[in-house]
């Protein structure tokens, strides 16, 4: 939300209420703006003002973020008519303007940041910024020394014109991979291992942009980003 703004659009955003609710609110006299009772919604406030409803402060959470730990049969959505999305996990209040930075397939685990601040997670989806973003995946069949040298150099996807960029492979043991990638493309990892004739039978997120999966998060859990981490998007 950017200030100064509306009344009536302030109280909709802190207050979680309709619109047209509000505007019945303000003209009942419910609403005071730093001790005044205000009857028009067309004045603009900022986080500074001491603002009210009903005799209850309403007070803007400014910029926040989050981590969580995602589990399976979740989606990176606000909100999904088939499925259970990521934001069902997190109680935290006014989240309408939440998003996710970078987001996970369903059946995908491990690491996804949410935030109401478009220009930090502009720094970790943009291609441009070509921010890493680090995952562990079990695979079908043995990986050969043939097959990360490829993923390392680029591999053509199937329905790409170009092939992708430079990855890091390291390999954990003949059926395990951590891949790091600074692309985001429409189930990228998947197709990489595609691309080498080996298929994801599990994959879990586990850094993104420098940011890592807090270990003491349960799958489903949640915490808020320290300032640190919060400073590492803008730094790297």
């Given amino acids: ?44 406030v900022t986080p500074a003002d001491h603002i ?15 981590m969580l730990n995602k589990p399976q049969g979740y989606v990176c959505a606000n909100s999904d008519e088939l499925h259970p999305t990521v934001f069902d996990l997190i109680e935290e209040p006014n989240l309408k303007d939440f998003h996710v930075a970078g987001r996970l397939d369903i059946d995908t685990t491990g690491l996804v940041l949410l935030t109401n601040d478009g220009d930090w997670s502009h720094q970790i989806t943009s291609p441009k910024k070509q921010k890493f973003k680090t995952y562990v995946l079990e695979s079908r069949d043995e990986l050969t020394e043939e097959a990360l040298t490829q993923l390392e150099q680029g591999v053509e996807l199937h329905g790409e014109r170009q092939a992708t960029l430079p990855a890091k492979a390291e390999l954990i043991d003949k059926f395990a991979l951590r891949l790091s990638i600074c692309e985001g493309k429409y189930h990228q990892v998947k197709r990489m291992l595609a691309a080498v004739g080996n298929q994801v039978v599990e994959l879990h997120r586990e850094n993104i942009a420098g940011i890592e999966l807090d270990p003491t998060l349960a799958k489903g859990e949640y915490r808020p980003l320290t300032d640190e981490e919060i400073s590492i998007i803008n730094a790297n």
């Fill in 1 to 44: 939300m950017k200030f100064p703004c509306r009344l009536e659009k302030f109280l909709s955003h802190v207050a979680e209420m309709p619109r047209s609710k509000v505007k019945i609110n303000i003209k009942k006299g419910l609403v005071t703006v730093n001790g005044n009772v205000v009857k028009k919604g067309d004045i603009q």
């Fill in 52 to 66: 009210t409803f009903d005799g209850n402060r309403l007070e803007y959470l400014g910029l926040r973020y989050y």
